[in-house]
């Protein structure tokens, strides 16, 4: 058998995003095929749109952004399985009462025995940190504990892609240390965009993206590319 030796591929064509009159990324062509991926750049420099545009929770004005072969704006359900989407605000990412429904929620849709769900929801819980807590009501966590628990329920679901928009904002520095061994672990196996103001964090990753009014200015090494922000900064 032929082993599918084509890594994971992200790629943007010609990627124009008009927001009400902002154009948020300016005709952006990229192709990224490494495991761990920063975005870095100033407010409003076109990263969340990015990122925005990767989980296909909107679509480009032109152009075309294809992950792992699949065309964002064309697939949407076969992109559905293969993403998982982690933002600064946890609050937003909870639905159900308690931490285990919660995380157990993510896992809908996928075959398996109630007791293999209830199974691996244990061991998600248990690898998280989070298992005393797993009948706690969820909406009354602590922002920390939110966010381990939003990243629990985005990995328990084994996404190809795993995109993080400044995942550790509001956390303090353990729990920050913490949600960034869990994205960053190279055994995780998904593939990772990781937006941030964290130059440390972003520093961790394979590569780096630079943001700057839309477009993509540096993109390679992130102690380069990281360089070259504290440059644009200081200028
Ligand atoms: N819904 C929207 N409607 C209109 N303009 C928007 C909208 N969302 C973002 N923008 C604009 O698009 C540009 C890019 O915004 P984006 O959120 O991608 O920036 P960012 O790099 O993520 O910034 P930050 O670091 O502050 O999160 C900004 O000028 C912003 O004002
Ligand atoms: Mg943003």
């Known amino acids: ?13 010609r990627v124009t995003a008009r927001l009400g009159d902002t154009t948020a990324l300016d005709d952006v062509t990229l192709q990224l095929d ?5 975005v870095i750049g100033a407010n409003g420099s076109g990263k969340s749109t990015f990122a925005r545009l990767l989980g296909g929770l909107s679509r480009p004005t032109s152009g075309t952004v294809h992950v792992h072969g699949v ?5 949407t359900a076969r992109l559905r399985r293969l993403v998982s989407i982690v933002f600064s ?22 075959s398996g025995s109630k007791g293999e769900i209830a199974e691996r929801v244990a061991r998600a819980l248990e690898e998280f940190g989070l298992t ?4 706690r009501s969820a909406h009354e966590l602590s922002g920390g504990q939110k966010q381990l628990l939003a990243l629990c329920g985005a990995v328990i679901r084994r996404p190809a ?21 869990h994205l960053l672990r190279p055994e995780a196996g998904h593939q990772l965009v990781l ?6 964090l972003a520093a961790r990753c394979d590569v780096a993206l630079l943001f700057d009014g839309g477009r993509v200015t540096a993109q390679g090494d992130p102690a380069d590319v990281i ?3 504290r440059a644009s900064l200081a200028t």
């Open 1 to 13: 058998m032929i082993e599918d030796i084509e890594p994971p591929t992200l790629r943007l064509d």
């Open 34 to 38: 490494s495991p761990r991926i920063a």
């Open 71 to 75: 065309d964002t704006a064309r697939e």
């Open 89 to 110: 605000n946890p609050d937003a990412q909870i639905v159900m009462p308690t931490v285990a429904e919660d995380v157990g929620f993510s896992l809908r849709g996928t």
């Open 132 to 135: 005393a807590l797993a009948d």
């Open 161 to 181: 892609l795993l995109i993080a928009d400044e995942p550790t904002a509001y956390l303090d520095a353990r729990n920050s240390a913490a949600v960034a061994g």
């Open 195 to 200: 937006v941030t103001h964290d130059l440390e």
């Open 227 to 229: 360089a070259s922000y």
